[in-house]
């Protein structure tokens, strides 16, 4: 839902940041609002992972320039934990698993984290219960799964459920989905995307990280962003993914070329959402 004048949410400026000695962002610029779904497509190697763990703070990232301010507040300068208590989530494009540690335990312990920053009551073993069974309708997930390990010996698209599960649980406002699709066979990507696409209201916002224009199919973005070379190279509207899917990458190569050919047409390459790039795919 496309409302230029919602609030911003998350707003991300000329973000550059490295690996060890790997520059792999260089300058990226984004303007999240609120009820916007947006999503960055590219190939591999774009920087579109790098992205979503810089967003939420993965200490092998290091930021060299740029900034990102979430609600009005600097990001870079909060801790892992403080962001995702505030409101900012990522949904793992491989999940880890945590033997020993109870599905629901984790499950608790988080969203109570969550509420306490928000100023709300804890709620106890058996309310949680409640409200953990209600939203794993949602997802289509059997309650057995709370009594087991996070994540271990989970499939692929139970995996992928119980992230969902979390950001039912969570209520972010700022929700980053890396690559949620992968490894999903059609039946999962279909109750998966059911419960993004429930949960994406008018208060928060959605960043979707994905290859391939099949989630975009069940989810639709109000903003599609071809990333490459670390930035954003084209933004456009949900026709743009299907362009993508029609033609593929093979124009990203030369209209990097012409960008860095063009330094002026380079720094003003990466736009607000909304705005049209001149770097055609045709």
């Known amino acids: 839902m496309i409302r230029p004048d919602a609030p911003v949410l998350l707003e991300i400026r000329d973000l550059h940041a490295s690996v060890g000695d790997q520059p792999i962002l260089h300058g990226v610029n984004l303007t999240l609002r609120e009820g ?11 920087g579109k992972s790098t992205l979503s763990k810089v967003l939420a703070g993965h200490p092998a990232y290091q930021v060299t320039g740029g900034s990102v301010t979430y609600r009005g507040e600097n990001l ?40 306490g920053q928000r100023g709300e009551e804890e709620l106890d073993t058996f309310a949680f ?21 996070v994540n271990e010996g989970f499939s692929g698209g139970e995996k992928k459920r119980n992230e969902i ?28 995307a059911s419960g993004v696409n429930q949960l994406a209201g008018d208060a928060n916002t959605t ?47 030369e209209a990097l070329a012409q960008l860095e050919a063009n330094p002026a047409e380079l720094n003003a390459g990466e736009l607000n959402p909304g705005q049209s790039t001149p770097v055609e795919v045709a």
């Open 36 to 46: 916007e779904i947006h999503a960055v497509m590219g190939r591999n190697g774009s």
């Open 76 to 115: 870079l300068e909060l801790d892992p934990e403080i962001r995702a208590r505030s409101g900012l989530f990522l949904g793992f494009q491989y999940p880890v698993e945590i033997p020993g540690v109870s599905n629901l335990e984790f499950l608790r312990v988080a969203t109570n984290a969550r509420r």
């Open 129 to 149: 219960e409640d409200l953990v069974r209600e939203r794993m309708q949602l997802v289509q997930m059997d309650p057995a799964f709370l009594d087991r390990s």
């Open 165 to 192: 599960l979390q950001m039912a649980l969570l209520e972010p406002l700022v929700s980053i989905l890396d690559e949620t699709d992968s490894g999903l066979d059609i039946d999962a990507l279909r109750i998966v």
């Open 207 to 253: 960043l979707l990280i994905t290859h391939y224009q099949r989630l975009l199919d069940l989810i639709t973005p109000d903003y599609v962003h071809v990333m490459a070379a670390g930035r954003i190279l084209r933004t456009g509207g949900k026709e743009l993914a299907l362009e993508l899917e029609r033609i593929g990458y093979d124009w990203v190569d």
